[in-house]
């Protein structure tokens, strides 16, 4: 599978809100400047760091799989129902000729990650834990 576009993570992560909190409105932007280091004041930070992804060095044309893709997130609950999630893609360093190369997300993989954002969402933003009666459905 060739690369996942950012309109694709951007409906899955909609399909996930949705199952959980029908009614909010939330974005997704990918943010390539996004850092650790400069979270705004009330937001919080998600860090996945074991995510699946592909790589190609696009000098030696080596190609690689890792499950240690690191995204970072950003996320904030707005006062008017729904937030806001900010999304950067780490790339990783070619063993052989150390040219970086980004990340290609399957669209399986980008579930999993987003699914995982979308958990931290409702335990970080919404103060609900995995045992909640809304979100029984999941684990079903």
Not at 53 to 61: D, L, R
Not at 90 to 97: A, E, P, S, T, V
Not at 119 to 133: G, M, P
Request: with cysteine; glycine share 4%.
């Amino acid at each position: 599978m060739g690369p996942l576009q950012t309109g694709t993570r951007r409906e899955i992560f909609y399909d996930l809100i949705d199952e959980v909190k029908p009614e909010d409105e939330w974005e997704l932007k990918m943010v390539q400047g996004l850092t650790p280091e400069a979270l705004p004041w009330g937001w919080t930070q998600v860090v996945e760091e074991h995510g699946l992804a592909s790589f190609c060095c696009s000098h030696c044309e080596r190609m690689w799989n890792s499950a240690q893709a690191v995204i970072l997130f950003h996320v904030h609950l707005d006062f008017q129902p729904g937030g806001q999630a900010r999304m950067r893609t780490f790339r990783q360093q070619c063993h052989l000729c150390w040219v970086w190369a980004e990340p290609v997300i399957s669209q399986d993989s980008a579930r999993l990650i987003l699914s995982d954002l979308v958990t931290s969402i409702r335990q970080k933003c919404y103060k609900r834990l995995a045992r909640d009666a809304w979100l029984v459905n999941d684990f079903y």
